[in-house]
């Protein structure tokens, strides 16, 4: 059965108050959006401030919107002149390992500024990127871009296994959705580790993230259509990355398990000392009073603590 005329055609622009938008820019934004709540919630889950995110996202964001751009213009080849012209970049161009570069750069210098600890934030951060990047694959959908092989078997022709693409009038494998998939899955996972588990060592979510994100692209990326593999000067620029985000992935993890059992005596905690890696509260402003309540770890942790320092905390903001 084809169930090609139930998916296409879709139109991949739509009009709002009469401007012409590209349904991919919606969902990109929509994926933002939902980033951005999930990264604040997790902020302030596991003791960190709400505004601190706003914060990294208000300089981060800017900055990942260009590096995504520039990545994709310098591994592409495209002419200097094109890089930022508008009909140039109204026909697309963006690569999502140029803006985790780009955001990765921002949150560690905002970090170092502020004397914050980079991968605690990060474990945050890398959750609502995962979900951005699973909603903002479904623009690849609507463009009927970013698939794999022909899909010749009859039986197999069907979504989401494969895509009908109806400029070619051929299944292939939805490579976007199987990435889409895996990267909701591993958001979904490891915003679970984000919210139950507050031991050290931090960074565990951003190692993983590296594994999972480049472990996934580095299979896919070969297996791309060759119209979509960024390969500037001979190179393919993506799958290096890849292969280097899992390196980097695989290697912080073992190095984050090692340090805190040498340190701490044991893979998870402490059996020495403090076994949360998320006690300290961290503000956005010095005279920044913590926020506690249902939604803070915090306050199941360490129940004796929380009438006390919520009492002091509504005290100081009466007066």
Not at 26 to 43: D, H, Q, S, Y
Not at 188 to 199: D, T
Not at 220 to 227: A, F, G, I, T, Y
Request: glycine share 8%.
């Amino acid at each position: 059965m084809n169930f090609s005329n139930l998916l296409w055609p879709l139109d991949p622009t739509v009009k709002i108050l009469g401007a012409e938008i590209h349904a991919y820019a919606l969902i990109i934004v929509c994926g933002m959006i939902a980033a951005f709540f999930v990264i604040t919630l997790l902020f302030r889950r596991r003791n960190m401030s709400p505004d601190l995110f706003l914060t990294f996202f208000v300089i981060g964001l800017p900055i990942a919107v260009i590096t995504t751009r520039l990545f994709y213009c310098i591994t592409d080849g495209l002419p200097i002149s094109e890089w930022f012209q508008w009909s140039s970049i109204r026909r697309g161009g963006l690569s999502i390992v140029g803006g985790i570069i780009g955001g990765a750069a921002s949150v560690a210098v905002i970090c170092a500024v502020k004397k914050v600890n980079f991968l605690r934030v990060g474990d945050c951060v890398v959750v609502g990127l995962l979900l951005a990047q699973s909603i903002g694959r479904w623009g690849n959908f609507v463009n009927q871009e970013v698939y794999g092989a022909q899909v010749t078997s009859e039986a197999l022709q069907f979504f989401p296994f494969a895509v009908y693409i109806e400029k070619t009038g051929t299944w292939h494998y939805a490579f976007f959705f199987y990435e889409s998939f895996v990267t909701l899955t591993a958001a979904i996972l490891m915003f679970i580790n984000a919210w139950k588990n507050g031991k050290k060592p931090n960074g565990i979510n951003v190692a993983c993230y590296f594994i999972v994100y480049g472990g996934t692209r580095s299979i896919m990326e070969p297996l791309r259509d060759s119209q979509y593999i960024l390969s500037g000067g001979g190179v393919p620029w993506s799958l290096v990355l890849s292969l280097t985000m899992l390196i980097v992935g695989l290697s912080l993890l073992v190095y984050l398990l090692y340090a805190n059992r040498k340190k701490e005596g044991v893979w998870i905690g402490s059996v020495k000392g403090e076994p949360y890696g998320i006690v300290k509260y961290i503000a956005d402003r010095k005279d920044e009073e913590p926020e506690l309540d249902k939604w803070n770890m915090m306050c199941s942790i360490y129940p004796e603590n929380y009438k006390e320092k919520t009492e002091k905390s509504k005290e100081t903001k009466e007066k």
